[in-house]
């Protein structure tokens, strides 16, 4: 089974930046989707960004142009880049990987934005 660890949340200042990983436990080769989905209190859990094996890119509207999801199977670590920070971005971010059988999910990292 694959563990997901989350890291790089904490304090960022409006306009500034934010790098967030997810270290797998295993190969997550085989895990044809990777995303970043984000929590705010009183709100539903919403895709932030995803990629898949072949490439394809989807984000949410109020992120694009600012955030970047990455992935590198060589390090079994899937990225999100967070450029031009708002206080709306202020949430838990969860990562999560998919593969045909089974979706994981990591234990949150709060990111929170603010001046």
């Known amino acids: 089974q694959v563990q997901l660890v989350e890291s790089g949340g904490g304090l960022g200042q409006p306009g500034g930046s934010l790098s967030l990983s997810c270290a797998a436990s295993?190969?997550?080769?085989?895990?044809?989707?990777r995303g970043w989905y984000r929590q705010a209190p009183g709100k539903q859990r919403e895709l932030v960004a995803s990629?898949?094996?072949?490439?394809?890119?989807a984000n949410a509207d109020s992120v694009k142009g600012r955030f970047t999801i990455s992935s590198d199977n060589a390090k079994n670590t899937v990225y999100l880049q967070m450029n031009r920070l708002k206080p709306e971005d202020t949430a838990v971010y969860y990562c999560n990987v998919r593969s045909f059988v089974r979706s994981y999910w990591g234990q949150g990292t709060q990111v929170t934005v603010s001046s």
């Open positions: 295993g190969s997550i080769a085989s895990c044809h989707v």
């Open positions: 990629v898949t094996s072949g490439g394809t890119l």
